[in-house]
Structure formats: C-alpha cells, structure tokens
C-alpha cells in the first residue's frame, strides 16, 4: 500500500497502537500538546528529519544521525543519546542464562544485566 508521507503543516494522521502502557489513540492523545514520535526501526526507513522553512537545519545533527546509522548497521549494535563518534555504543541484551553469565565474564561495561555498553 502506498501512501503519501504528511508534509509540514499537515495534520498528523490519525493511528490506533498497542504500547507498552495499553491501547492509544492519536487523536486522543494529543490533544492540545506537541508530540515527538519515535518508533523502533524494524524494517527499512531509518529516519526522516523534518525541519520547517523557518528553521534551520542543523547539519551537525544530520551528519552525526547517518554516522550512527552506519555504525549501528556495521557492528551490529546500538547508538546510544547524543552519541557521536568514538563513543561507546550499546551491545544488544543476552538471550539466555547462558549469554547472561557469559557477558558478566566480559569486559564490556556493565549499566544493567540487558544494558551493556563497549568502545569499538
């Protein structure tokens, strides 16, 4: 199914999703107030930055965003909050008991038992 992406100063379709804190409607939830939607990005599209007219780009941002996803695409892992380029990056959680034990072996830099960060 194609469909035409919303333009700046479109309204935001409308959408119905299953979150971790129960059922939301759009419409219903924003009400009144400025949303910022992020979403895993499971499939294709990596990202899309908007920016108004009246707003200037910021290509510092732009350039660190596609480095990230080069990184994270390359080595598997993920890019953590305002991470730019020799920062540590976030490996993925252990599957098992097994990979768990495994990675409390490692030398990776331990935040949480599924939280793991290592420098490249």
């Known amino acids: 199914m194609i469909t035409q992406m919303p333009r700046i100063g479109d309204m935001a379709p409308d959408f119905k999703v299953i979150t971790t804190t129960g059922p939301l409607t759009l419409s219903e939830y924003n009400k009144g107030n400025w949303v910022i939607m992020f979403s895993h990005p499971a499939g294709k599209i ?45 490996v993925s959680a252990p599957k098992t008991i097994e990979a768990l ?11 949480d038992w599924y939280l793991a960060k290592k420098s490249l």
């Open 46 to 90: 990596r990202t899309i930055m908007y920016y108004p007219l009246n707003v200037g780009r910021n290509m510092a941002e732009i350039k660190r965003v596609l480095l990230a996803l080069q990184t994270a695409s390359e080595h598997g892992v993920a890019c953590p909050l305002d991470w730019q380029p020799g920062d540590k990056v976030i």
């Open 101 to 111: 034990a495994e990675r409390k072996k490692s030398n990776l830099e331990m935040v």
